[in-house]
């Protein structure tokens, strides 16, 4: 059987191509419309138009551009010197970055302040400890210093202790019963006892005598108080940390001594 000849395909574009064209014709007349009945204000348009250019560079030829980029079509910038533009941002006009120096202005002021509050914490615990050994009388035996950290009661070595011993005389047991009286009123403070000699004799063995006074007046205070030992520190200074001369008696005799560090309660040991 012979097979059919294929019948030829119709002439012409397709039926759909007609009718998108029939489309875009209608809105291209559309648009033209909408374009000749708007009115453009020039004015307005040039002051848009200045506004762009000195804002983000995009018509002018670059003049505007961050940096000294080229531009390269559109009012797009190579911007050759983007990294520094951006690591500049914030930066004043010294050099100085402006971020950086407002927070450091203000850790600086914040670290005042809580300086001077410390102060004001720590003259007052002097004042109250001031006035218990006045009233007891204990007042010439015990020098007084005070930082925004911790108030510092300062006791004479030759009042607590023999030459060359570490053992508690029993005339200071008067004086250290009074000394652990005001620790306790101030047992959630830390505290700090530290001993101190002078730097006649070997070295080493003022090391081993400071830290065995610093020993005997923490057990004292342990024995004589309710204070949490986990609150207290001792230690022995030795001859490291002299208040003066040691070429002097008078300056040997102001040197060997017990320094007890009460700090407040601002304080960050």
Same mark, same amino acid.
């Given at each position: 059987?012979?097979?059919?000849?294929?019948?030829?395909?119709?002439?012409?574009?397709?039926?759909?191509?007609?009718?998108?064209?029939?489309?875009?014709? $209608?809105? @291209?007349?559309?648009? &033209?419309?909408?374009?000749?009945? +708007?009115?453009?204000?020039? /004015?307005?348009?040039? %002051?848009?138009?200045?506004?762009?250019?000195?804002?983000?560079?995009?018509?002018?030829?670059?003049?505007?551009?961050?940096?000294?980029?080229?531009?390269?079509?559109?009012?797009?910038?190579?911007?050759?010197?983007?990294?520094?533009?951006?690591?500049?941002?914030?930066?004043?006009?010294?050099?100085?970055?402006?971020?950086?120096?407002?927070?450091?202005?203000?850790?600086?002021?914040?670290?005042?302040?809580?300086?001077?509050?410390?102060?004001?914490?720590?003259?007052?615990?002097?004042?109250?400890?001031?006035?218990?050994?006045?009233?007891?009388?204990?007042?010439?035996?015990?020098?007084?210093?005070?930082?925004?950290?911790?108030?510092? $009661?300062? @006791?004479?070595?030759? &009042?607590?202790?023999?030459?060359? +011993?570490?053992?508690?005389? /029993?005339?200071?047991? %008067?004086?250290?019963?009074?000394?652990?009286?005001?620790?306790?009123?101030?047992?959630?403070?830390?505290?700090?006892?530290?001993?101190?000699?002078?730097?006649?004799?070997?070295?080493?063995?003022?090391?081993?005598?400071?830290?065995?006074?610093?020993?005997?007046?923490?057990?004292?205070?342990?024995?004589?108080?309710?204070?949490?030992?986990?609150?207290?520190?001792?230690?022995?200074?030795?001859?490291?940390?002299?208040?003066?001369?040691?070429?002097?008696?008078?300056?040997?005799?102001?040197?060997?001594?017990?320094?007890?560090?009460?700090?407040?309660?601002?304080?960050?040991?």
């Amino acid at each position: 059987m012979a097979k059919k000849k294929p019948e030829d395909p119709p002439k012409g574009a397709p039926l759909w191509v007609q009718t998108f064209g029939d489309l875009m014709n $209608l809105l @291209l007349c559309f648009f &033209i419309m909408l374009y000749a009945m +708007s009115d453009i204000d020039a /004015e307005k348009y040039e %002051a848009i138009a200045a506004s762009m250019s000195s804002t983000f560079s995009i018509f002018s030829s670059g003049a505007q551009a961050i940096g000294d980029g080229v531009m390269v079509g559109n009012g797009v910038s190579q911007l050759n010197d983007l990294a520094e533009y951006v690591n500049s941002l914030g930066v004043s006009d010294d050099g100085e970055d402006e971020t950086v120096t407002d927070s450091a202005d203000a850790a600086a002021q914040a670290q005042s302040e809580m300086q001077e509050q410390g102060l004001k914490e720590s003259e007052e615990l002097t004042e109250q400890i001031q006035e218990v050994l006045e009233e007891t009388g204990y007042q010439g035996m015990v020098d007084m210093n005070f930082t925004s950290q911790y108030v510092e $009661l300062t @006791l004479n070595g030759s &009042i607590l202790f023999d030459s060359g +011993s570490y053992r508690l005389k /029993e005339e200071s047991f %008067a004086l250290m019963d009074q000394i652990s009286v005001i620790l306790n009123k101030y047992a959630q403070n830390r505290v700090e006892i530290e001993g101190h000699t002078d730097n006649v004799g070997d070295f080493a063995m003022n090391d081993v005598l400071s830290d065995n006074r610093a020993l005997s007046v923490f057990n004292y205070v342990l024995e004589h108080t309710g204070l949490d030992p986990a609150n207290i520190v001792h230690a022995g200074r030795g001859e490291y940390v002299p208040v003066a001369d040691n070429s002097t008696e008078e300056g040997r005799a102001l040197n060997r001594r017990v320094v007890i560090k009460i700090y407040n309660e601002l304080s960050d040991y």
